[in-house]
Every structure is written in C-alpha cells, then in structure tokens.
T-cell receptor, first 114, second 114 residues
C-alpha cells in the first residue's frame, strides 16, 4: 500500500458525459501527478500540481482539467468523454529528499467509456 | 527526444531461474532512474530507484538494478524468480530536478512457468 488513495476504483460511463476522479496523496506530500495508462500510448503524464498550484502540463487534452484543493487532495475532471478516453488513470504523490524526488502511485481508476 | 526503451515486450522465465529485464534510455543528461511493477489489476509499486552513488542498487522483493552510464542502461535483475513475480515491469526516468514527470517505457510482461 503506497498510501495514495484514488476513488472510484472503476467507472463506466457513456460518450459525451463528464466524470471526476479523486486522489488523496500520502500524508505530507505536496505534489500530485496525474498519468493516463492506455494500451496504445502506455503511461503518459497529464498534469502536475504542487501545493495547490499547477506546475506542469503534459499530454492533457483541453477536455480534461484538474485542481488541487487546500487539503491537498486532487481531482481530475474529464468531460465530453470519447471512447478513446477509456484507460487507467493514476495519480502519484511525491516525497522530496533534497532534490531527489520519488513518486508513489495510487491503485488507479479504471474508466470505461461506452 | 527523451525516451525509455524496454526491448522485450514479453518474457517467460522458469520458476527459480534468473531474470534480467532490459531498459535503455535517451535523455539529455543523466536522469534519475526507477523500476516499478504492476500486478494484474493493481497500481504501480516502486521496486527500486537510482539517484547517485553506487551504480548497483537493491530494491524490494530481491530485485536489483545496475546503472551503466556508458550504455545508457538500467537493467533489472533477480537471481531466482518466484511465481508471484509474474507482473508487468516498467522502467522510468526523471530529470534531476524536483517537479518533473516521469517518462515510462512501454513495459515488459513477465510470465513465470513452473
């Protein structure tokens, strides 16, 4: 158990819908990363937040957005869903040891868009 | 471009035999290096990491990895594989600065035969 929690574990929805994925980082971790794992693209970085502020963006679609709240949990919002958005979505929180950073991953949310 | 290559998509090893999973990276500078394991239906678990120092690093579950700068490689090894090691293994690299997303390889699926 990494200490990172994600809800829900599974999500089934229809095209055009909007969903929200939730992530709670490990206690004390200020940074949250979101990744998407799909069969064709592998593990791709989406977006990172640090202490409530967006820090970096990766291959995140405009239909997707995220935020990190004062209690440091984060939510990833996916809208106008398409079949191709079906994937496993991971969040990771990180611990710093000086400049050395280690990311610990949650169990993921499996999204199926029908 | 920064990338991670895991040349073997699928490997089958007999229980008790040794294992080596290959990982090569292309990066502007020497990155931080990680191996993660994903069991079926599970999240990503950190096996080991390399930041600096001794190029042979020990991880959990009896795994080790060796960083070879000249070959841009970070191969994962285990002297004796157990059936419970069957999973998908991901090599990842990160920049030597905080707040950088990981770049993952496509993964190697390990099957263990009895």
């Amino acid at each position: 158990d990494s200490g990172v929690t994600q809800t829900p574990k599974h999500l089934i929805t229809a095209t055009g819908q909007r969903v929200t994925l939730r992530c709670s980082p490990r206690s004390g971790d200020l940074s949250v990363y979101w990744y998407q794992q799909s069969l064709d693209q592998g593990l791709q970085f989406l977006i990172q937040y640090y202490n409530g502020e967006e820090r970096a963006k990766g291959n995140i679609l405009e239909r997707f957005s995220a935020q990190q709240f004062p209690d440091l949990h984060s939510e990833l919002n996916l809208s106008s869903l398409e079949l191709g958005d079906s994937a496993l979505y991971f969040c990771a929180s990180s611990v710093m040891q000086g400049a050395q950073e280690t990311q610990y991953f949650g169990p993921g949310t499996r999204l199926l868009v029908l | 471009a920064q990338s991670v290559t895991q040349p073997d998509i699928h490997i089958t090893v007999s229980e008790g035999a040794s294992l080596e999973l290959r990982c090569n990276y292309s990066y502007g500078a020497t990155p931080y290096l990680f191996w993660y394991v994903q069991s079926p239906g599970q999240g990503l678990q950190l096996l080991l990491k390399y930041f600096s120092g001794d190029t042979l690093v020990q991880g959990i579950k009896g795994f080790e990895a060796e960083f070879k700068r000249s070959q841009s490689s970070f191969n994962l090894r285990k002297p004796s594989v157990h059936w419970s090691d069957a999973a998908e293994y991901f090599c990842a690299v990160g920049a030597r600065q905080a707040g950088t997303a990981l770049i993952f390889g496509k993964g190697t699926t390990l099957s263990v035969s009895s």
